[in-house]
């Protein structure tokens, strides 16, 4: 099936350091999704994306649409210890309503 | 609170055993899904449904099937188990015509 490749895998960084993951495809995709997933819990969604291009903010996270909508990435500025989990990204194919996701970057941060 | 609530958190079962895990979507939401996630994995994506018809079909194993009921709710059915199912199990919904998922707090099934 379709797949997404999500790097990096896992991150460990020192409080305050900023954050970058993407995820890339072969295929075209109409909408992307993060989420962020805690320990034992469901995955909750931080920043939808609608267009090739589109950067979109939520609070210290920023996240774009890549131009050849192969592509997404998701920023973490001035990270805190709350940020710690999974983030995941999901994307939409042109023409299908299931979502595809990557396979996680586990976020570490050392206080 | 994404509004999706999902019973029960915790299931622990032996092999061979059948368990159905359950699931509200989100007040007006008519799409149901259903993922399971292993140790350290990703999200599987089994089945979707759409006001209680089945519309799109991932890994759902034989063993497994699930159904939408005309409350909206949804069972999802885990029979014959083994070892390998134990996974947190997961149920999303979203509104039509929209594509962001809201998931549920997930069941943690563990088999023996």
Redo the contacts between chains.
């Keep these: 099936?379709q797949q997404l490749n999500q790097s990096p895998q896992s991150m460990f960084i020192q409080e305050g350091e900023d954050v970058s993951m993407n995820c890339t495809s072969s295929s075209i995709f109409?909408?992307w999704?993060w989420?962020k997933q805690e320990p034992?819990?469901?995955?909750?969604?931080l920043i939808?994306l609608y267009k090739a291009g589109e950067l979109t903010s939520n609070g210290r996270l920023t996240a774009q649409f890549g131009i050849t909508r192969k592509d997404s990435f998701l920023n973490i500025s001035a990270s805190i210890p709350s940020d710690v989990g999974i983030y995941?990204c999901?994307g939409?194919l042109q023409g299908a309503?299931?979502?595809?996701?990557?396979?996680?970057t586990r976020l570490t941060i050392n206080p | 609170d994404s509004g999706v609530t999902q019973t029960p958190k915790h299931l622990i079962t032996a092999t061979g055993q059948r368990v159905t895990l359950r699931c509200s979507p989100r007040s007006g939401d008519l799409s149901v899904y259903w993922y399971q996630q292993s140790l350290d994995q990703g999200l599987q994506f089994l089945i979707q449904y759409y006001n209680g018809e089945e519309r799109a079909k991932g890994n759902i194993l034989e063993r497994f099937s699930a159904q939408q009921f005309p409350d909206l709710h949804s069972e999802l059915n885990l029979s014959s188990l083994e070892l390998g199912d134990s996974a947190l199990y997961f149920c999303a919904s979203s509104a039509t015509g929209r594509t962001e998922q809201f998931f549920g707090p997930g069941t943690r099934l563990t088999v023996l």
């Design positions: 099936g109409n909408t999704l989420y034992g819990e469901g995955p909750v969604l939808a995941f999901a939409q309503q299931k979502l595809v996701f990557g396979q996680g």
